[in-house]
């Protein structure tokens, strides 16, 4: 029965669609842009011609319909911005006579020029009207074709933003927006940054960044700004990515990101993904290959990784990417979970005309500086000399930030004088802890445009659950805290994996208030650690500050027996727990301040 209803509201839609097309025709008076003998330069066209047009016009009706059962079976299904561009991919595809001898679900992923993507656009909003009409007039809104829905919306924004499109590769950015929009996967940056006027662009020693036009307290808000989202494992991350480079501009070299770091020297080879950009973008008009591959170098070079919404997400700031990193920075990033709204806040007093600068990343200042510098050489390019790699003491004096490298490598006692047993067995003890650290973590490596590979990084090896990686870090935690100190990099990357591990099993549903309780009291324990090796109010430290919180309330639920660890451990770690949410508060404080501030 649903089958029989379905073709009869297909015929209905089609008979639809096409009455509203010949009754535009009809109501409006022909004018050079809308009469079917006309071109759009007003030549007059022939009768055949015009017949031509007018049904391939209509013929893509056809080709929605079929791009939207060949990328989509459910006609309930909410699409993907991915799918979105599948399907247009398609119908392009089908209204330049693209099909032979190309992959129509790839070939046309992006706008290929300015009047053709109209005539698409235009055919995309007729067909979701009378998919809308039709529906209603037969009294089945039940049926109603949701897919085709949504894409009607996105395209009735996409020619809502043409008349401020100047290119093809422009245009793409607005089908971008508008499919974020429509699939509410992820937020689409749509207000402009708000910068502060106490900071300015300079450019020195050929280095640019921000610098303070005048002396800034601690607290101070100095950037808002919502990132361009793009999930990463997509097949056309490359092309679009590189789109969203070139379409806002953003390789100008006063005003845009910062060059790869290979543009000071010899080009390398082209990365695998910046061929593939080039690809992606290679019917676009007016987009060279050249172009579309040093647009992706730039934006992967600016861009960063993180989670959006539980989902691993490619973000690209246009300011932010301005600011360079410090090992020591006196800058903290605060970034909101759903949107990816980035604000950016002094953690420190700054002197006028000091740089502002941030952490690139947090996990790498929790080690010694050979490997933070060599590990930055390989993702970012530049040989950090930082206050902190330098071996200097920061701006306001109060630390000596090479101290904190020291606890990094400190061991669990200090070699003994005169007593060579002593020091054999302390030795022995850290070749059981490398051997235990190396158990868990193993070296990251990258390759480079050069084609050589660098290491980036540690990575934790895969274990195959949860469980299995809480009992390996604790059984690798009782060798390494047998001969390195608590502060210790190795102590401290392992005793975060066994943190997480606990709080995952925390998380299990019909986890008990003990193992809530076990997670919770290693956190605080862990986050004693953490507080002596960052610099006070950065996002890692509010970070765990949120972790605490998230674990209290999680424990607060478990009735009775829950209620009563809550107090146990508030009473046990009173003193944990205040600094915590002491350094939440103030930093929630200070960004309160400069969201007003901003806005005026």
Known sequence: MRDSTLVVVTVAIAAAWLYRRRSRRLATPPTPTDDPTKSTDGATKSPAKAQASFEQEELLFVAIRLALDSCVQSTDALMSPHTIRRVMSRVRCACLDLDDGVDPDAAARFPINLASERTVQEAVVEAAAAEAEA????GTPELVDKRLLQLGRCAAEVLASMPSCASAVQLAVACHTASLHSSAAAAAADAPPRVSGLMETREVAGERGFYAKQTLSEGTLVLAEQPHCFAG???????????????RGLLDRATG???????A???????????????WLARVEGVSAAAAAD?????????????????????????????????WPNCGLSREEATGMTRVYTVAAVPADAELKISYSDEFVLYPTQFRRAFLKALFGFECSCQRCAGIEDESGEWLVSLVDALLEEPKEAPSIGSAQANARLASAQVDARRAHASLFSLKKTLLPSGVSAVSGFAIKEQPSWQHAHRAAESALEALRAAWAPTHWMVVSTEALYVRALEELALVPGATAAAVQAALEALLEHADVMVKLYHPHVSAVIELASRVDALLALLGEAGSKGAKAVAKVRKARAKALGRLQQQKDVVAGWLEQGRLALEK
């Open 135 to 138: 529906a209603a007039a037969a």
């Open 257 to 263: 990101l910062r060059p790869t770091p290979a543009a």
């Open 295 to 327: 647009a992706y170098e730039a934006g992967e070079n600016n861009g960063f990784v993180t989670t959006l919404r539980g989902q691993p997400t490619s973000i690209l700031f246009e300011k932010l990417a301005r600011f360079n990193h410090s090992c």
């Open 233 to 247: 494992d997509e097949d056309d991350f490359a092309g679009l990515l590189s789109a969203h480079v070139l379409g």
């Open 265 to 279: 020297g010899a080009a390398p080879a082209l990365s695998k993904n910046a061929t593939e950009a080039a690809a």
